[in-house]
T-cell receptor, first 112, second 108 residues
Framework: DTGVSQDPRHKITKRGQNVTFRCDPI?????LYWYRQTLGQGPEFLTY????????KSRLLSDRFSAERPKGSFSTLEIQRTEQGDSAMYLC??????????FGPGTRLLVL | GIQVEQSPPDLILQEGANSTLRCNFS?????LQWFHQNPWGQLINLFY???GTKQNGRLSATTVATERYSLLYISSSQTTDSGVYFC??????????FGTGTRLKVLA
């Protein structure tokens, strides 16, 4: 059990650029979540995968955000045409069945 | 959707003191999770506690599902307990809602 990993850990980009983040869940976990966290707030749900199927997506997620989990293993989160308001910590979590979620270290995004 | 509120928002303790953190949720839930976010931002799961009481070392948690609240007890606090404590409850089939957290600072 190597834990949930995320890459990159930090990303600085200019407004209008596209960015992609990767999450590798714990190997036997079939459920994967993406969250966004801004300063002073709790994590905010973005999307949920069960195996390769994206079963729920937050209404707060604009069309500039897309997530995939092509083979039911790792997942990617892409943000197109980044805006300064996208600056946040992006967190990935995974779990097996009804157990608790295990979080990765997060990717901290700064949009200039 | 479900509302999750935590209290107090901020807490400062002297090392060795005990504390109780509270999480209220607006609807019935079938599970409730507690997390600790350390100063480096890593979220560490503490308890998965749909109901009843669990203990892990100096920490314990109790969820009273019928009254829609959960409590996290920290005994003999240490400086390493500092950080933000979050509770999270499910909303709908897949989504989780986190509270705004309790920011704890333990002074040496």
């Amino acid at each position: 059990d190597t834990g949930v990993s995320q890459d990159p850990r930090h990303k600085i980009t200019k407004r209008g650029q596209n960015v992609t983040f990767r999450c590798d869940p714990i190997s036997e976990h079939n459920r994967l979540y993406w969250y966004r966290q801004t300063l002073g707030q709790g994590p905010e749900f973005l999307t949920y995968f069960q195996n390769e199927a994206q079963l729920e997506k937050s209404r707060l997620l604009s069309d500039r955000f897309s997530a995939e989990r092509p083979k039911g293993s790792f997942s990617t989160l892409e943000i197109q045409r980044t805006e300064q308001g996208d600056s946040a910590m992006y967190l990935c979590a995974s779990k097996r069945g009804e157990e608790t979620q295990y979080f990765g270290p997060g990717t901290r995004l700064l949009v200039l | 959707g479900i509302q999750v509120e935590q209290s107090p928002p901020d807490l400062i303790l002297q090392e060795g003191a005990n504390s109780t953190l509270r999480c209220n949720f607006s609807d019935s839930v079938n599970n409730l999770q507690w997390f600790h976010q350390n100063p480096w931002g890593q979220l560490i799961n503490l308890f998965y506690i749909p109901s009843g009481t669990k203990q892990n070392g100096r920490l314990s948690a109790t969820t009273v599902a019928t009254e829609r609240y959960s409590l996290l007890y920290i005994s003999s606090s240490q400086t390493t307990d500092s950080g933000v404590y979050f509770c999270a409850a499910p909303s709908g089939t897949y989504k989780y809602i986190f509270g705004t957290g309790t920011r704890l600072k333990v002074l040496a």
